[in-house]
């Protein structure tokens, strides 16, 4: 399942911070964002909400928006 997130990440400094906390999450190749969307697209490729909900949390923990779309 693809799950698509409004972000308020801004830079690919900040989604280099990331980048290890999403590869151990979800596995390095399952998640992007896309920064030239004006909301900061992350696409995450799971089956597992309880991960799902895990990044979300941290998300959250650190002050970065996330908002999931339909």
Do not use: P, Y
């Not at 830079?11 to 992007?32: H, R, Y």
Request: with cysteine; aromatic share 8%.
């Amino acid at each position: 399942m693809i799950w698509v997130f409004k972000t308020s990440v801004q830079s690919q400094k900040e989604v280099k911070n990331l980048t290890a906390f999403l590869d151990s999450m979800i596995g390095k190749g399952n998640w992007n964002f896309d920064l030239e969307d004006c909301d900061k697209i992350l696409r995450l490729v799971s089956s597992n909400r309880e991960t799902i909900n895990s990044i979300i949390e941290h998300f959250n923990a650190n002050n970065i928006e996330i908002i999931e779309l339909e």
